[in-house]
């Protein structure tokens, strides 16, 4: 297939493009050009801007495609790009999107967001800000867009090659005996693997589904245990603090339950690691850092 991967130079964007290479599909990979890739003559390289309707006309140029994955729509008029940039390239769409188009909550569905009901919200903080542009991206794509959608909707996506750092920030603080916060330590926190996350937009790319879909590992886990498995290997106590600040506030800190059902993407195909096989060795492996 000829597939354009919108972003895909880091993370689990890049996973999915080493997958696609070993299986002989040819690839375009658009980003600003900012980001060295390890992908070598095996990929087409567009440079552009996505947020950008004329920047990225002009680098997909005459171009057609099978399918497009766009690893980095955020907001609406990313969205409306899109589908004026794509309208008679491609006939299928994935867009990465997130747990964040969900409340607080638990056991969520994929209806808990209809993104055909889409109802405007006005965001009161960053972390809301981020949801809310995804939610209405959702929304334009699922309404306007002339091709056919799917919605990936990722929790926290963790690993050794995430450049986020939160998950080894948290090992680091307690290693360090650094103060957290954590405004509820029972909460269940929904965790897929950036492994994981590259294969289930792998299986998308195969199974054209269409709509949206929750993918991460079923066993949500208390954010009580994370600490606690943190505390295991690295021999030190979590020093935790009852009184937040900004600086020290878990960036898993949640007041509720926030984790993901997915029954929907097990029904039609896909399965996510559990976190019991992966969480232990993965804390082991960061800890070295």
């Known amino acids: 297939m000829k597939i354009l ?7 689990f964007g890049r996973r999915l493009v080493h997958s696609l290479i070993q299986e002989g599909h040819e690839i375009w990979v658009l980003s600003r050009g900012q980001q ?9 390289r567009l440079k552009g801007d996505r947020k950008n309707q004329e920047s990225l006309a002009q680098a997909v140029g005459s171009l057609s495609f099978d399918l497009v994955v766009d690893q980095v729509c955020m907001t609406p008029n990313d969205a409306a790009i899109s589908c004026e940039v794509f309208a008679e390239k491609t006939p299928y769409y994935i867009m990465t999107s997130t747990m964040s188009v969900y409340s607080l909550g638990g056991n969520l569905q994929e209806d808990s967001y209809n993104p055909f009901l ?16 995804k939610r209405a991206a959702e929304n334009y794509f699922a309404t306007k867009a002339p091709f056919k959608c799917a919605f990936a909707r990722f929790p926290v996506v963790v690993g050794e090659d995430d450049y986020t750092g939160r998950l080894w920030g948290h090992i680091k603080k307690i290693r360090d005996e650094e103060p957290l916060y954590f405004p509820n330590l029972n909460a269940k926190f929904s965790f897929i693997t950036s492994e994981d996350a590259a294969r289930a937009l792998l299986w998308l790319v195969h199974s054209k589904h269409e709509g949206a879909f929750n993918f991460a590992s079923e066993d949500a886990i ?3 245990e994370l600490v606690q498995d943190i ?7 979590a020093h935790l603090l009852q009184e ?7 960036p898993y800190g949640i007041t509720e339950d926030w984790f993901l059902n997915v029954e929907k993407a097990k ?9 019991s096989q992966w969480l232990h ?7 070295r850092v």
């Open 5 to 11: 991967v919108l972003g895909g130079t880091r993370y």
């Open 36 to 44: 060295e890739d390890d992908f070598g003559a095996r990929v087409h």
């Open 118 to 133: 889409y109802q405007p919200k006005k965001p009161t903080n960053p972390a809301e800000e981020y949801g809310e542009g």
């Open 222 to 224: 208390p954010l009580k």
């Open 231 to 237: 505390e295991a290997i690295t021999g030190k106590k």
């Open 244 to 250: 937040p600040s900004p600086e020290n506030w878990s």
């Open 267 to 275: 029904a039609a195909g896909f399965k996510a690691q559990p976190v």
């Open 281 to 287: 060795s993965l804390l082991v492996s960061l800890n």
